[in-house]
């Protein structure tokens, strides 16, 4: 049983002024593992004032000061791989090759932007003008649950080489997480209130540092409904607002496709993370003539799908987080019945021999219609809805007929063909063939999944503002 109760401001681990307490539950047995006091408004300010006085000094760090810090940090995520392993297993549900290499990613993180930092520019020449690039200020990061490690990393490594401090506010449900993680921040020795971390709900301690005048940026990545409420709440200070949203990813599989090899790397682009992934692609658009084929080749993938406890070497597939979102998924799995999809395979409840934990059925859907609620709605789960078209231009106006725009997946047997296709799509990120995203490229959405880009130079520039100075030539 972990019982936390400190959370990380102005270099030391502190206990917290709030009381609330939030329990953490195993995901593959539904036990109690932990608890965490949250930490609220009162603690926000403070992480706030700390991280402002720091940055006093921190702005007018060298780079190459701030490479060195990077260096450190990813090294102190490596000093703790075992730890941060088990954490990812026992409080989200992450099979254990899955955790072991988010836990890399984590580390490589500051690593990939060690090396953007080494070739960014911070003073150009325009003309006349000198353009220089300063630190915006002191950002608040917001992280979900999904993805803890990773994206605290990507948005704190981009701060770090900036020059700015950070307020960092993950998900209350990856408090063990956090305090791992923590951990490794206070061990790589970096200036007192640099890094600030604090467990907390997000109408309390997210809530303020939204409003709070002395917060200049929120990086946020969530869903789409609090981004939203962020972007509101963010108004009246101007912050500047970059926000990684939820997803409804199409995957087309073009008919000159080797449907053998691509229809199974298909079905597995959608349960990625257990399904739990923005990125997921749940949408699979088919040639219509080629339907059956498809439905006997998907059906085959993934029922041979491992699921099963997250500490087994051989699981590729653990449990949905938390009861409220394996309820969540059930519904739509009702709803997907209910509007007249083909259930080809899963379904309702969980997989045999996995009733202790929220579990559920790798679900596969077919005739699948636009307007049917599983081809709209992010689920969030290990759920995928085939689709079909007749001809490459609707498969395109259907690939682009969502609201969301985070990622895209292109199978063809002709890289010029996906190449048109890819520049046809309304998606930040487009993978062809199988291939895996570059993480020391811009990562971000369209439309309502989201607003810039994170990771590499991109990362680094968010992070900054432009201040144009003329006349610096003169005497």
């Known amino acids: 049983m972990r019982k936390i109760n400190r959370i990380y401001i102005n270099g030391e681990f502190v206990q917290p002024s709030g009381t609330d307490e939030q329990v953490l539950i195993n995901p593959s047995n539904k036990e109690v593992i932990g608890s965490v006091i949250l930490g609220n408004e009162e603690d926000a300010k403070k992480a706030i004032a700390a991280a402002k006085e720091a940055f006093k000094t921190f702005k007018q760090t060298s780079v190459q000061e ?39 990613l984590a580390a490589n993180n500051f690593l990939d932007t060690k090396q953007a930092l080494e070739k960014f520019e911070f003073t150009r020449y325009i003309a006349t003008a000198k353009i220089v690039s300063e630190p915006i ?37 990856s408090a063990i997480q956090t305090d791992e993680i923590v951990e490794a921040f206070h061990q790589a020795g970096l200036p007192k209130g640099v890094i600030n971390i604090l467990n907390g709900y997000g109408n309390t301690v997210g809530a303020e540092m939204t409003r709070n005048p002395d917060i200049a940026m929120i990086n946020f990545t969530g869903s789409t409904r609090v981004g939203k409420e962020i972007r509101r709440g963010a108004v009246d200070t101007m912050k500047r607002i970059t926000l990684e949203l939820g997803g409804k990813s199409p995957i087309v599989v073009l008919d000159d496709a080797d449907f053998v090899k691509a229809i199974p790397i298909a079905v597995n682009q959608a349960l990625t993370n257990n399904g739990q992934a923005c990125i997921a692609g749940s949408r699979l658009l088919v040639p219509e003539h080629r339907l059956e084929e498809v439905k006997k080749l998907a059906k085959a993938a993934i029922e041979a799908v491992s699921v099963g406890m997250p500490t087994e070497e051989t699981t590729t597939l653990g449990p949905i987080i938390t009861d409220k979102q394996y309820q ?58 085939i689709l079909t078209y007749k001809t490459e231009e609707e498969a395109i106006e259907m690939a682009n007929n969502t609201s969301y725009g985070l990622a895209a997946y292109i199978h063809s047997g002709s890289i010029e063909k996906a190449n048109e296709l890819a520049s046809k799509l309304e998606a930040g990120t487009i993978l062809i063939n199988g291939a895996v995203h570059e993480m020391k490229a811009p990562f971000g959405g369209f439309k309502q999944s989201g607003i810039g880009r994170e990771y590499g130079e991109y990362g680094i520039e968010e992070c900054l503002e432009t201040k144009t100075i003329t006349g610096h030539g003169q005497n």
Not at 96 to 102: C, F, L, N, P, S
Not at 137 to 149: C, E
Request: charged fraction near 20%; proline fraction near 5%; hydrophobic fraction near 45%.
């Open 66 to 104: 701030r490479l060195e810090m990077l260096q450190r940090l990813h090294d102190a995520i490596l000093d703790k791989m075992d730890p941060m392993v088990e954490a990812n297993i026992n409080e989200y549900g992450a099979p254990r090759r899955m955790a072991v290499g988010r836990v890399k």
């Open 137 to 173: 200020g002191v950002i608040g990061i917001i992280t979900p649950w999904n993805a803890s490690y990773s994206q605290i990393t990507a948005k704190l490594s981009a701060a770090i080489a900036a020059g700015c401090t950070v307020v960092i506010k993950p998900s209350e449900l």
């Open 328 to 385: 969540n998924v059930q519904r739509y799995i009702q709803i997907g019945i209910d509007e007249g999809a083909e259930l080809v395979s899963g379904g309702l409840g969980q997989p045999e021999g996995l009733e202790s934990g929220y579990f559920v059925k790798p679900t596969l859907f077919a005739n699948v219609t636009e307007d049917m609620t599983i081809a709209k709605e992010e689920i969030f789960g290990p759920v995928q809805a």
